[in-house]
């Protein structure tokens, strides 16, 4: 929360005038301590929409004891009282609070996560929308590379490289698969443009993917990429199906279920592959048909 938002609340809450906390304590209406009471005044502030915050004399004295009565939490996390005290009021404000069994455990919980979230926001340089969430609260704060007595690229996996001699055998045979598949289209009469462009966009996007079943769901919902592939439905099917396999699991283990990928990687020529009649027919029916 920024000084300026901190200062707005605070002038907001207590009607602009400074006080001194302790002196304040001492004329604070008692009436509000307790959990019935604070239900009873926040039915009185919030009857006619929420105006009365402004002119009612008990409100100012509310806020202040709850600055007060946060500020401990508020420093724990490293933030103003008040900013704990602008997340009560905007708990306080609930509809939720006035329903509760007990609105101070309530308003207590509210400010907790708040601050928490503050504090993790601050920390993952980010809004506190996000830091709300948990998968982006898991993550550590940022810090800078000089933050650290040793170089992170010293000891950081994911600075290291491995042995180009152990990686280059299986990218070579990646490699020559994508290339025989896209010569299978090529020779099933598919325009050897739209052939290339659409396998190397297919396995593109199943390297990112957990497997080929959601990597075939994903694709098959991707109309932008079949608009900006130029191929119309059937193709697009048709590719598919035949790249990454049917996405039946009664079949996975047959030839229709692996796919021609799966099948040129665990060694099967291409010539094996023009020689299955159904593959073979499933390409060349459904070729896109160039426009003279």
């Keep these: 929360m920024s000084i300026l938002l901190r200062t707005a609340t605070r002038t907001y809450l207590t009607g602009g005038t400074p006080m001194d906390w302790h002196a304040q304590g001492a004329r604070d209406s008692k009436s509000f301590r307790d959990s019935e009471g604070l239900r009873t005044l926040l039915a009185r502030l919030q009857a006619d929409g929420g105006a009365r915050w402004r002119t009612d ?5 509310l806020m202040q004891f709850t600055a007060r009565r946060y500020a401990g939490l508020a420093r724990k996390h490293r933030l103003d009282p008040w ?3 602008a997340a009560a009021y905007d708990a306080m404000r609930a509809p939720s609070t006035l329903r509760a069994d007990d609105p101070w455990a309530m308003v207590t919980r509210a400010v907790q996560v708040t601050c928490i979230a503050e ?29 650290r007595e040793h170089a992170l690229t010293d000891y950081h996996p994911a600075f290291s ?40 966009y297919i396995c593109a996007r199943l390297a990112d993917a957990p497997s080929r ?14 608009a900006l592939l130029d191929l119309p439905q059937r193709a697009w099917m048709a590719m598919l199906r035949t790249l990454l396999g049917c996405n039946n699991p009664l079949q996975a283990h047959t030839a229709a279920g ?35």
């Design 57 to 61: 004399p008990e409100a100012c004295a």
């Design 161 to 200: 490289t491995t042995d180009a001699q152990t990686d280059e055998a299986p990218r070579v045979e990646v490699q020559a698969a994508v290339a025989d598949a896209i010569m299978m289209f090529t020779l099933l009469d598919w325009p050897a443009d739209r052939a290339r462009s659409g396998v190397e």
């Design 83 to 85: 900013e704990a005290a």
């Design 213 to 226: 079943a959601s990597a075939y769901e994903s694709l098959r919902r991707d109309y932008a990429a079949r």
């Design 119 to 147: 504090e993790r926001a601050q920390g993952l340089l980010c809004s506190v929308h996000q830091a709300r969430r948990p998968k982006v609260s898991a993550f550590h704060d940022a810090e800078r590379f000089s933050d």
């Design 258 to 292: 692996r796919g021609i990928l799966l099948r040129l990687l665990i060694g099967e020529p291409l010539r094996v592959l023009l020689r299955d009649d159904d593959l073979v027919s499933d390409i060349a029916v459904n070729a896109p048909r160039v426009l003279v």
